[in-house]
């Protein structure tokens, strides 16, 4: 039900604004569009139906660095954004609070890939090697989090090999596989493609779930505070193409159609597979409140250096419709 009214208020948006003096792409009038920065990783995918249909309201773009938002965001180049949890809240400390989180739009895409089929949960890798690269400090923070709280029988969990990057685990999934390994959907999908009988074995956002009774997060969507105060029409409408797009990508078997024509994607396989795994929804109001709140607590909380000295206050949260 909630997606047959996120359609039909899209409709009415879209008629809306086309019935707009100043902002009708069809009369030649210039309208004034929100700029866009979307990451280009699970965070920022699912909004690719905003840029592929909602051109004349939304400048998207997909950028290759977080780090390049937060600059855009800080400056005001851009007006809206997507982040990982992480990073979000770091750019909330580092502005005094200038961005605020409107919703979720990802919440989760790290795995745990082996070929040993009797692994089920994190008390399994009991005794076991597990790779992981250095580079990915969320998905580390998370996994050393949950296996903190994981009873293992000899109370003893894995051993934990860093590699460099998320492509030698890979490579080292593909030519051994009797271990396990812990990658982003990108790079598991990429292994999962090749059929070589190592398969996804955990998934984290799953026994994260387990453990809690909201949901664990990943991607943010970030909305400058000053531009959401000077254009709350703007945000009502981002709110609703938003959620239709999210939940497009999520449910569309063919979605990946839209990521291979934007160049996100080369091939269509990875991209079927890729999908699933990333959990795109829309989530704002309370529910986002509860779900983001937990997980930065719960991450952060004895050590909050990495998201800016300290955890976002209420004021980060947009208030839902």
């Known amino acids: 039900m909630k997606k047959i009214v996120s359609l039909l208020m899209a409709a009415a948006l879209v008629f809306a604004l086309s019935a707009c003096g100043g902002k009708n792409p069809g009369n030649g009038e210039t309208a004034e569009k929100a700029n866009v920065s979307a990451l280009n990783d699970p965070t920022g995918w699912g909004l690719v139906k905003i840029k592929t249909d ?11 660095t977080a780090d390049e938002i937060i600059a855009k965001l800080k400056n005001g180049e851009t007006d ?28 989760g895409c790290f795995h745990i890939l082996s070929n040993d089929k009797d692994i089920k949960s994190l008390a399994d890798l009991s005794g076991r090697k597990l790779y992981i690269s250095e580079t990915e400090k969320l998905e580390r923070r998370t996994l050393d989090y949950l296996l903190g709280k994981t009873e293992f029988e000899d109370g003893k969990g894995p051993e934990i090999i860093t590699l460099g990057s998320d492509e030698e685990v890979a490579a080292k999934a593909l030519e051994e596989g009797s271990d396990t390994y812990a990658l982003p959907v990108l790079y598991a999908a990429k292994v ?8 996804q074995v955990i998934s984290l956002k799953r026994e994260w779930d387990i453990l809690h009774e909201t949901s664990f997060t990943l991607g943010i969507i970030l909305v400058r505070a000053e531009y959401a105060e000077n254009h709350p029409d703007m945000i009502d409408s981002l709110r609703t193409f938003a959620d239709v797009s999210l939940n497009y990508v999520a449910d569309n078997t063919t979605a990946g159609k839209e990521l291979l024509d934007e160049g996100i994607f080369e091939d269509s396989t990875v991209a079927k597979k890729i999908i699933p795994g990333c959990y795109f929804g829309y989530i704002d109001g309370e529910e986002m409140k509860a779900s983001v709140s937990l997980c930065l607590s719960e ?17 980060f949260y947009m208030p839902g419709e």
């Open 192 to 199: 999962l493609a090749e059929d070589t009988g190592v398969g």
């Open 80 to 107: 809206i954004a997507t982040l990982p949890l992480d990073e979000a809240a770091k750019v909330y400390n580092e502005t005094n609070g200038a961005v605020k989180a409107l919703a979720v739009s990802s919440s």
């Open 54 to 64: 909602r051109a004349y309201a939304y400048n998207t773009e997909f950028c290759d």
């Open 299 to 315: 991450l952060w909380s004895e050590d909050a250096s990495a998201i800016g000295g300290k955890l976002p206050g209420d004021d």
